[in-house]
């Protein structure tokens, strides 16, 4: 039962006056000084208590202090110094104003008085007194017990001889300014206090010590044990540097390293992070999991460096059992705390021989498993440990790790959410590239695809399309943007140019489609809500290995770069164009001779993007490297991304193409010019057989000899002059080209039962591999493509 104190109500004159100056309260203090009664005064005007102008009617402020006249029941004026209050409105009335005065004498405590005596011994704060040298002169208990040492045993001393520390060196320090200046002046330390091991963070406030005439004679200090405020401030600026610190890439260990590295010295000796493997659990983390279970270390530091991995190293799997302090925390759900003051710490000793052996042998004896949750999933578990501290972990601690590894779970998972992205985009990526170029008698070609190492997958693209007449298409493109979003764009744009290319358009035109087409794509994206637009660029390229001649056209994409066999590298003169997506601009094609053996190097912005060079010195290093190529493709394309490349990764997306040109023989061509006389087929077929003798495919004859007459046939009866019959053969296909100049293309038809005709082109389809038709300049050109066989190679 709390002891109550009686307090004497009439040692102080106490009224209470309202807004419009009525007494509403008046004690037996104001009775004792003034003499009037209670029930005379209360509800008169206090006015009437006056006597002069010494109180204002309405006092500005909310606190009034002056000497006025009052006046006495016996008619005395009295001359009392007040102090009044301004009380704000209450729920049960208004405003008012609580006036008072002290009645018992002001005059100052005897030096017997105990409470005097009280001010410096007894204070909480601890005090010491020291004289114009510095020397002690007086100290109070609690400042012996910081110390350590007592009174009489200090007095006389220096501070820098009480404390023999650095710091007490930097207090006398200021101390001499105090007692120079004669101002007062603060300073802050952190150190331990006498007889503890744990250090404390202190403010001494040091004033000057005056005489009766204001003389400095000494200097009085005064100590604050800050630790509290202190310690506060450093958990929220580790708080702030974690916001800064964590989760500075969208990578899984990377983030948890910054986990680690944050709170190594700050908050624990050691930190261990475990990850779970998603895999394990269908891809996806779980809400909640069970013991046993399977983690995998992503990171950990300690103040000792690298000794801990004597235990387990980053990258490898642990199974930790029920009793583990990984699994208990996970399984529970929240953060468990162990000590070996508390007893708890045998968990550590007994499912782990190893572990147990560490931490006997480094001394832990606190521990701390924080759970790393972040959007209702279990990702892993962080474990404070301390062996080089005294002190165990205590609830501020905890809550202070609880709140870092939080931040670093929402971190952890972003990265691990954008892994899962990046890994499903770069998938899809693959999968619409080819995995394997061609290989075709007009060009040898390699290529290389590295992915954006940060930005994300985007939308690079190349490819290498066989045409007919032996020639060939390159292609090399770049979606705007990242993501699944642009691969699965690139995937559309890619099918797109090859069944543009299959139906043999100019490079011009064939880029006129495709920014229809992706202009359409930009509506569809539109349509769905989704900002942006659609945008790309192209370079698109056909070589002819008969004639050695190229035609390119490039919509806003970088121009090729070309070495001829003996020469220098150089850039090609190709008109820009728009880029893809604008709309309603042309584009220009140019055709170039190449001569065999020619390098070309067909390229995204990506390989000459660099924060740390011009495009200019880019260029420069690609041109250097080109010119000192291998004799392999495939090495010239590592050489080029060492050049060019950073190690740590590319900033955007690289596709890289290379072909070397070839050139046919002159002797694998045979051109006839055809007459307009269905009668004079037959001396045309005779002449191809005897090529075909003199190139030794005598056993591709009947069937050569049978599509060139249905296809210079329907030439000369539904085409128009001059009509011209070329073979090309290469080691694996002959090719049988029948051109005229009527645009009109044939169609493929199946005939019925009793027609006449109408069978011509079945045939032809059915004795080729493949055949087909194109337009030129001068009309249009009926291709089909028998492949040759050796030895065992030919079908039953």
């Known amino acids: 039962m709390s002891r109550v104190y009686p307090f004497d109500d009439a040692a102080t004159a106490r009224a209470v006056i309202d807004d419009a100056g009525t007494l509403l309260e008046w004690n037996e203090g104001a009775r004792r000084l003034l003499g009037h009664p209670a029930d005379t005064v209360v509800g008169r005007p206090a006015a009437e208590l006056l006597a002069g102008d010494g109180a204002p009617a309405t006092p500005p402020g909310s606190r009034w202090q002056g000497t006025v006249g009052l ?26 104003w609580l006036v008072v005065t002290p009645l018992m004498a002001a005059d100052p405590p005897a030096a017997s008085d105990p409470l005097a005596e009280a001010a410096l011994i007894q204070s909480p704060c601890a005090v010491a007194v020291y004289d114009d040298q510095l020397r002690l002169r007086r100290m109070n208990d609690r400042m012996a017990a910081v110390v350590g040492l007592p009174e009489e045993r200090l007095r006389g001393l220096r501070p820098s001889e009480i404390g023999g520390r650095p710091q007490s060196e930097e207090l006398e320090s200021c101390m001499l300014q105090v007692l120079a200046s004669g101002r007062s002046l603060d300073m802050q330390s952190f150190m331990r206090s006498g007889g503890e091991d744990r250090a404390h963070a202190w403010l001494a406030r040091m004033a000057p010590v005056r005489d009766a005439d204001g003389t400095v ?19 929220l600026q580790l708080v702030n540097e974690a916001s800064m610190r964590i989760g500075t890439t969208l990578d899984v260990t990377r983030t948890a390293q910054e986990l680690a590295h944050m709170c190594v010295p700050a908050l624990a000796d050691f930190v261990t992070v475990d990850l779970l493997d998603p ?110 501290r005294p002190d165990g972990f205590t609830a501020d601690d905890r809550l202070l790790a609880e709140e870092i590894t939080t931040r670093a779970a929402v971190c952890i998972d972003n990265a691990r959410r954008y892994s899962r992205e990046r890994e499903t985009a770069l998938a899809l990526q693959r999968s619409l590239l080819p995995r394997t170029l061609p290989r075709t008698a007009a060009l040898e070609a390699a290529s290389r695809y590295l992915p954006a190492a940060r930005a994300g997958v985007g939308g690079d693209w190349f490819d290498v399309i066989p045409l007919s007449g032996m020639r060939v298409a390159m292609v090399v493109g770049d979606v ?73 056209a490039r919509a806003g994409h970088p121009p090729p770069v070309l070495m001829p066999p003996g020469g220098r590298p150089r850039l090609l003169d190709l008109p820009a164009g728009p880029p893809l997506g604008l709309g309603g601009l042309p584009f220009e094609s140019t055709e170039v001779e190449l001569p065999e053996g020619t390098l070309m190097a067909l390229y995204t912005d990506g390989l000459l993007l660099s924060r740390s060079r011009d495009p200019e010195a880019g260029r420069g290093l690609l041109f250097e490297a080109i010119r000192a190529h291998a004799d392999s493709l495939h090495e010239t394309c590592d050489l080029i991304l060492q050049a060019l490349l950073p190690q740590a990764g590319v900033p955007d997306d690289v596709a890289l193409l290379l072909a070397r040109t070839r050139g046919l023989p002159a002797s694998r061509v045979a051109t006839w010019e055809v007459p307009d006389d269905p009668a004079l087929v037959a001396p045309i077929r005779k002449q191809v057989v005897e090529r075909l003798d003199a190139w030794g495919l005598g056993e591709a004859a009947f069937t050569t000899e049978l599509v060139v007459s249905e296809l210079v046939t329907n030439a000369i009866r539904y085409g128009a002059r001059p009509i011209r019959l070329r073979l090309i053969h290469d080691a694996s296909t002959l090719i049988c080209e029948v051109s005229d100049t009527s645009p009109t293309a044939p169609h493929l038809r199946r005939a019925k039962i ?34 040759l066989y050796e030895g065992d190679d030919r079908p039953a």
Not at 71 to 90: K, N, T
């Open 279 to 388: 895999e394990d659990y269908g891809g996806e983390p779980p809400a909640r999991i069970r013991a046993p279970l399977t983690l995998r270390r992503a990171a950990h530091w300690s103040v000792l460096g690298g000794v801990p991995e004597a235990v387990m190293r980053p990258g490898q799997t642990e199974r930790y059992p029920a009793g583990s302090p990984q699994a208990d925390s996970l399984t529970a759900g929240h953060t468990i705390t162990a000590s070996v003051a508390e007893g708890d710490m045998a968990k550590w000793l007994t499912w782990n021989t190893a572990r147990g052996e560490q931490v006997r042998a480094f001394g832990i004896h606190s521990s701390m498993s924080v759970p790393i949750l972040a959007r209702g999933l279990t990702l892993g578990v962080a474990v404070f440990t301390r062996h080089r």
């Open 71 to 96: 006046r006495h029941r016996d008619g005395r004026i009295l001359s009392v110094w007040l102090l009044a209050h301004r009380r704000p409105p209450r729920d049960d009335h208004g405003g008012d």
């Open 480 to 552: 705007v943007g990242h993501g699944i979003q642009a691969s699965a764009t690139m995937g559309r744009l890619r099918t797109a140019v090859r069944t543009l290319a299959d139906i043999d358009l100019a490079p011009d035109e064939l880029l006129t489609h495709l920014d229809d087409l992706v202009l359409r794509l930009s509506d569809e994206h539109s349509g769905d809500g989704n900002p942006g637009e659609v945008g790309a660029t192209c370079l698109y390229a056909v070589y002819d290995p008969v004639s050695r001649r190229c035609t390119l």
């Open 217 to 235: 004679r000494g200097v009085c200090v005064a100590a604050h044990d800050v630790t509290d405020n202190h310690r506060a401030r450093e958990r």
């Open 754 to 787: 009793f027609d006449e005709g109408g069978r011509g082109l079945l045939l032809v389809a059915q004795l080729t591999q493949r055949w087909g038709s194109r337009h030129t300049p001068e009309g249009k050109t009926i291709w089909a493509e028998l492949p």
